[in-house]
Structures are given as structure tokens and as C-alpha cells.
């Protein structure tokens, strides 16, 4: 009966989520990397495919390669810039690709999916110091900074752990470093700046490498290979949509190296918006016209508030359909409430980022991962707080109540929930303001919400807007707080309230 | 009316009940006494299937209680424990009106029968809007004893009904208790480790030790034929309240 009510949600939600899905199926779905340049490219798809007359939206910041490559292989994105040298040395590492643009068309369309030309631009990795740094312990190539052990090393997290990353490099160069971090790649410029790192990755067209004048070592053994930016797109776009596939083939070899530096300057230094960076670009070289919205920050906060709600409120109410019962049947079978218990716990030890990613491929992407972990997440509160409010009822009132010659389920709702109500409403408090902040995650996922612009200011070491996403966030968890405080005096039975009088 | 026959009960390791028969009385109050740990607040639990007998059987005028039919015989029983038991979270009429309101019973029939409830236990009816919290402990058992006697139940089973109440209070309940009992006419057993009350209650009073039935009688069988050591020396440890007792129905 429990098992049937919870299949019974799960169903419920899933259609629920299939049919927001639905909804914009005809769309082409575009997707970027969490980077500015991957923004910008795929700002570009964007409007030449709304330009070619098709419905479009483009899922910005959606995630890193594996996540964006296999959203693609499900069929979550029809299409999204990636990198000759990734796809072969990441993706695609250890499988049998035949040298050359050619063989590695091949092996893309081996897996199902097709690659266009070249953009025109190479985004290889690069290491590179600061020049003053670098000037003074006399550092020109890669193979320099073996004798220099004492450096820290500061890598983009999945550089740290990318085929042709960090461990590849460490080997064909034989470097002695032992202090390596992994941080985000926006954050190690910084990071740089302030002498904390030595060292870091650099992709060849960010806009940093000449506003801070960093001096990129030479590959001297030529480790790196060529990263020519290319689209990834699904086959079945090419009956979906001729139009869009004739229309992205002008962004090939449209854009040097030179251009894209010149586009991340604009977007990451002068702090213009990679819509209008976008359009800018498509009206000056390809003569397409495009629509540049400026949303008001209002507006925007309006926007990321409803789709934080959602997210938060959506989960919170099936989290409670499937908890209050979970936490019911753990009160009244001792083993099973154990097992409950302890998978629920088990459940709330995943890290958060780790959860949002292992949801994608049972549930897609956007809301619905998000939301079906801040679902996991409120679980072990509630569940264990209905289970404790209920074992916690004296055993002399629950036998009051059996005396009587009430059944079991009439003492449940009559009896014992009403008894435990403060306890499962603590439960339920604790969830909601857990996941008023973890729902800020869900923007790496492509959920939205008030991570998105956490998650752009990060990107765009843009504090302010950084603070656009937090201080709502902050706002809603206390907001949650007091309305459940206020509710407490309506849900929890006056009786419950009041102090005896003997 | 209730019947045991060789009901056994253990918790773990521990036997509380040994093989034990028992016949109430219809129509009499029966009192079983015994100091703590004899088995006589697990005897009146087994009276009402809280707890289900290791061996033996529990009948209720002639029906052996089983899962059931356990509902029913119970709506015919009513049970207070000594500090009431009330539900807290509702007022006092409805911690009295639950069951009848459950099985359906109007809003006109529910209300008559409290003021024949309140009038019977001299309970206030202003009071009926409070919630266990803002009631003394005296108006508590009060309305628990409604509460058991909303369905005019054809047994009623008191474990310490007035342990938890201060003296005064706890002698002015006694002779209501006694009052109500005797105008109902019904059957009662009720669990007390206080001999006074048991001399006071008692038509039948059944004296327990370690999980046995030592001896059931009236009090001056008690008194004048003990069945053995045992008997005596409980009695004579409580003879101080016996003696304020005699004295108080003396004068």
C-alpha cells in the first residue's frame, strides 16, 4: 500500500516532468560549457538557429564535458561547442581514431553524433605564470619549472583529472610538484594574481592572459594538442531542422583566434553581456540581425525566484507525500525503520554537486535532476522526525487510545500524528530551508534558479552579481523559517501549546 | 462477564503473570492489590487485550478475545489510568466524545449524553472547552472517567485511577467514585497498591504477590482469615490507613 502510494508518486512526478519537457520539445535545445567562451559560442548557435526561422533555447552554463557530451548522446541537447583535442584525448581517449579532422569524424559519427568544421580558432591548454614571477626565476618553457619544485600548481578541476590534463603533462614532463590544486578556472586567475598559485592552466583564447600579461610557457615537447573549437550536434537535427544545420555552417571558420580573444575580452573584461557580445559579433561579420532583451534586474530576480520556488516547493511536497509515511512505517516496524533510516543517511552523505550529476541520466536535465535530489535531500528530516515524534508518544497515551477501541489507522490520524505534529513540522522546516539552499546548485544542472547568477559571477568574478543570487537565496531561507514558525501555531493542535497548570 | 483461565505472561525473562484464574464479579467492584511488581496493573491490561496473554485464555461474557473481535469487546469496556490518559491535543469534550463521535454518533445525542456525563461526575461544563493542560488533576480524572463511561460500557477497568492526586482531592473522589459506581451498578476492577482504597472499593478485593493470586475475598475475610504470612503482613503494614479509615466511617 506504502510502496503503491510511492510508485504511484513517482509516476506522477515523472509525467508531470515530461510533460514541462514536452512542452518545448520542438526547441532546439543548445547547450554550453561553464566557461565564458563556451557561453559566447553557444549564444551564437543560438540565435543563427532563431535566425534560420527554428525555435531555440539555449541552456547556458549547463555543466562540464562528460555531462554536456552525454546530454547530447540522450538526445536532452540537439547540439553545443566543443573541442577537437578534448573530444580525442577526453572523450574518446583509448579508442582507435584515425589521425586527422577526417578520422575524427569518423569516430564522433561512430557514436551517433556529427561534427561540423572548424570554427577557426585553436583553444589549446597552455601553462602560464606571472610575468614578473616567471622573469625572476627565469622560467620559459614547461620543462623550466622541473627544477623549480617549490611552486604551487593550480589546475581547473577538470583539468586536474582529463586525459590530456594534469596527469598526462606530470608524466611526458616528469614534474616533481607535489602542492597541485584543483579550483575553478575564473577563481585561479585570481588566485594567481594574489601569489597564492605559481602556475595554472590557461585556455590560449582567455581574455585574462592579455589583461593581466601573463607570460604562457612554451610547450616545448609539444604535449598539447589542437583544440579547434567545432559544434557537436545530433543527426536527427538535420530533418528536424535543414534550416539551422545550413545556417551554423557560416560560423565556420568565422571566427580566429584573434576574434574569440577579442569576444571573452568584451564579455569578461569590458563586462558586456555574452547576448549582446553575441549578436554584436553575428551583425558585424555575418550580417545577421539578431534581438538583444535586456531584462531589468528586477525582472530577473522575479524570474530566478519563481524558478527557485519550484524547485523548492515542488520538492518539498513530494519529499513529504513519501517521507510522513516512510517516517510512519519506520515507527512501527523497528528493523525496517532502521533500514529507512539509515539509507535516508546514507542518502544525505552524497555530495550535493554528485547527487545533482548521478540524476541526470535517469531524469534528464534541468528541473526535474534538481529536483528530484532536493527530494532526496529533504527525505532523512522528515523521515526521521515523524519517526521520532511518533516513537516519542508516552506508551501510556498510545495505550489510551488502542483501550478506546480504536483500529490502528483511525489511533494514527485521530491519536498519534496530531501528538507528533510539532516534531514532523520541525522535520519538514529543516527541509525546506536545506533546500532553499541547495537549490542554488541546481544552475550548474541548468535548473536556474538563484544559482544562476552565483554561478555567472563566479564565472565573471562579477561580485555584485554574485550577490544577486546569494542575498535573495539568504532572504528566502529566513522567509521559509518565519512562515513555518507562523504555520506551527495553525498545524500543531492548541492543546499542544500550552503549559500545564500542575 | 470477565473471566480468566490460566492466562501466563511473561516480559523477557521476567514472568509477570503465572498461570492465573479469575472470575469478576458482576455488578461488584473487584480490587486487586499487591505491592509493585506483583502483575496486577498486567493483570487489568490483559483484562483488555493491551497486552495478549503467553497462555491461557480472556474472556468477556463468554467471548475469548482474539484480533477480531478485539474492537468491539473493548467498546464495551471502559478504562482509565491514573493520570488519565487524556489526548492533549484535544479538549476535554472531545477527548470524551472521540469514540462516540467515530462511530458516528450525531451531534445532538453526543452532546445530551455529556451533560448527563458532567451532571454524574459533578464535572463543570464551562470546563468541557479546556484542554487537558488547563484542568487540575482531580477534573482530569473526572473527565477521563467519561471519557470511559461515554458509550455506557458494560465494565470498567481503573488501573490507580486517583495515585497521581493530592489527599484532599483524592478522599473527595474516592466517595464520588464509590457514589458512581454504586448508582451505575456496574462492573468494576480496579488496580490500587493502597489498601485503605482497596477496603473502601473493594466488594471483592484479590490480593497479588510476584505474578500469584495469594487470596481474593472480601476485607474482613482478609483481615480475620489470612491465607497466609504474606497476607498478614500486608495488612498489618497498611493498618494505620484501615484504622483512619474506620474511624471516618465511624463518626
Not at chain 1, 514536452?22 to 567562451?37: C, H, L, P, Y
Not at chain 2, 491461557?56 to 463468554?62: A, N, T, Y
Amino acid at each position: 500500500m506504502k510502496a503503491a502510494l510511492r510508485r504511484s508518486v513517482c509516476v506522477a512526478l515523472l509525467l508531470s516532468v515530461s510533460a514541462a519537457l514536452a512542452a518545448d520539445d520542438r526547441a532546439i535545445q543548445v547547450g554550453s560549457k561553464a566557461f565564458t567562451e563556451s557561453v559566447i559560442l553557444g549564444e551564437l548557435v543560438n540565435r543563427m538557429a532563431i535566425n534560420a526561422g527554428a525555435t531555440a533555447n539555449h541552456q547556458r552554463e549547463f555543466g562540464g564535458t562528460r555531462v554536456l557530451w552525454n546530454a547530447l548522446l540522450r538526445g536532452d541537447l540537439d547540439v553545443y561547442p566543443e573541442y577537437t583535442g578534448t573530444i580525442e584525448l577526453e572523450i574518446l581517449a583509448g579508442k582507435n581514431i584515425a589521425p586527422g579532422e577526417a578520422g575524427l569524424r569518423a569516430a564522433v559519427e561512430a557514436e551517433g553524433l556529427r561534427m561540423g568544421r572548424p570554427l577557426g580558432f585553436n583553444n589549446t591548454y597552455a601553462i602560464g605564470m606571472r610575468e614578473d614571477v616567471a622573469q625572476r626565476l627565469g622560467i620559459r618553457t614547461i620543462s623550466d619549472l622541473r627544477d623549480h619544485t617549490d611552486l604551487v600548481l593550480g589546475f581547473s578541476n577538470e583539468f586536474m583529472d582529463r586525459g590530456d590534463g594534469w596527469p598526462s603533462l606530470r608524466d611526458v614532463y616528469k614534474l616533481p610538484h607535489t602542492d597541485v590544486r584543483g579550483l575553478q578556472h575564473d577563481l585561479a586567475y585570481r588566485a594567481l594574481q594574489s601569489d597564492d598559485i605559481h602556475a595554472m592552466d590557461l585556455y590560449s583564447t582567455d581574455a585574462e592572459i592579455e589583461y593581466y600579461g601573463l607570460r604562457v610557457l612554451l610547450d616545448d615537447v609539444e604535449h598539447f594538442p589542437t583544440y579547434n573549437a567545432v559544434l557537436i550536434y545530433r543527426p536527427d537535427l538535420a530533418v528536424r531542422a535543414p534550416a539551422v544545420i545550413k545556417a551554423l555552417t557560416r560560423l565556420e571558420g568565422a571566427i580566429d583566434g584573434a576574434t574569440m580573444s577579442g569576444l571573452n575580452k568584451r564579455a569578461k573584461i569590458d563586462r558586456v553581456s555574452e547576448d549582446q557580445v553575441a549578436a554584436d559579433f553575428l551583425e558585424t561579420t555575418l550580417r545577421v540581425s539578431s534581438e538583444v532583451v535586456e531584462v531589468t534586474i528586477l525582472g530577473r530576480l522575479l524570474q530566478r525566484t519563481r524558478e527557485h520556488l519550484t524547485l523548492v516547493l515542488f520538492s518539498l511536497a513530494v519529499a513529504i507525500l513519501i517521507a510522513v509515511p516512510l517516517g510512519i512505517l519506520s515507527a512501527r516496524h523497528q528493523r525496517l525503520g532502521q533500514l529507512i533510516l539509515g539509507a535516508a543517511g546514507i542518502i544525505q552523505t552524497i555530495p550535493a554537486l554528485a547527487l545533482l550529476v548521478f540524476m541526470i541520466p535517469f531524469v534528464g536535465i534541468g528541473e526535474p535532476p534538481a529536483i528530484c535530489a532536493l527530494l532526496l535531500y529533504s527525505l532523512l528530516p522528515i523521515v526521521r522526525n515523524t519517526y521520532t515524534g511518533l516513537t516519542d508518544i508516552p506508551l501510556h497515551m498510545r495505550e489510551s487510545a488502542e483501550a478506546l477501541g480504536l483500529k490502528r489507522g483511525v489511533r494514527l490520524r485521530l491519536v498519534e500524528l496530531p501528538l507528533a505534529s510539532r516534531s514532523i513540522l520541525a522535520g519538514i522546516k529543516t527541509s525546506a530551508v536545506i533546500n532553499v539552499g541547495f537549490a542554488t546548485l541546481g544552475a550548474f544542472i541548468g535548473a536556474g534558479g538563484y544559482g544562476q547568477p552565483i554561478l555567472t559571477g563566479l564565472r565573471l568574478d562579477d561580485m555584485g552579481l554574485i550577490l544577486q543570487g546569494a542575498v535573495p537565496a539568504a532572504v528566502l531561507a529566513l522567509l521559509v523559517q518565519g512562515l513555518f514558525e507562523l504555520s506551527e501555531r495553525v498545524l500543531v493542535p492548541r492543546g499542544l501549546r500550552l503549559d500545564p497548570i500542575d | 462477564m470477565l473471566k480468566l483461565t490460566q492466562v501466563t505472561r511473561s516480559f523477557g525473562a521476567t514472568v509477570a503473570v503465572h498461570p492465573t484464574d479469575l472470575s469478576v464479579r458482576p455488578g461488584a467492584t473487584t480490587v486487586l492489590i499487591g505491592p509493585s511488581g506483583c502483575g496486577k496493573s498486567t493483570l487489568l491490561r490483559l483484562m483488555i487485550y493491551l497486552i495478549q496473554p503467553d497462555s491461557g485464555s480472556v474472556r468477556f461474557e463468554g467471548t475469548e478475545f482474539n484480533a477480531d473481535d478485539v474492537l468491539e469487546l473493548r467498546h464495551r469496556m471502559g478504562y482509565v489510568i491514573q493520570d488519565g490518559g487524556l489526548f492533549p491535543h484535544l479538549c476535554a469534550a472531545d477527548n470524551v466524545a472521540l469514540l462516540a463521535r467515530h462511530l458516528g454518533w450525531d451531534e445532538t445525542r453526543v452532546s445530551s449524553r455529556l451533560q448527563e456525563l458532567a451532571d454524574l461526575t459533578r464535572f463543570p461544563v464551562d470546563g468541557f472547552s479546556r484542554f487537558p493542560a488547563q484542568l487540575s488533576g482531580g477534573q482530569r480524572q473526572r473527565v477521563s472517567l467519561m471519557r470511559a463511561l461515554m458509550l455506557d460500557p458494560d465494565v470498567l477497568l481503573l488501573d490507580e485511577p486517583l495515585g497521581a492526586l493530592d489527599p484532599i482531592v483524592r478522599s473527595e473522589l474516592q466517595v464520588e467514585l464509590r457514589e458512581i459506581f454504586r448508582t451505575l451498578n456496574k462492573t468494576v476492577v480496579m488496580v490500587t497498591h493502597d489498601m485503605g482504597e482497596a477496603g473502601f472499593f473493594g466488594d471483592v478485593i484479590v490480593l497479588m504477590r510476584d505474578g500469584r493470586i495469594v487470596q481474593q475475598g472480601t476485607l474482613s475475610q482478609l483481615l480475620n482469615e489470612p491465607a497466609d504470612d504474606f497476607v498478614e503482613r500486608f495488612i498489618n503494614a497498611q493498618r494505620t490507613a484501615l484504622h483512619v479509615l474506620d474511624e471516618g466511617s465511624a463518626s
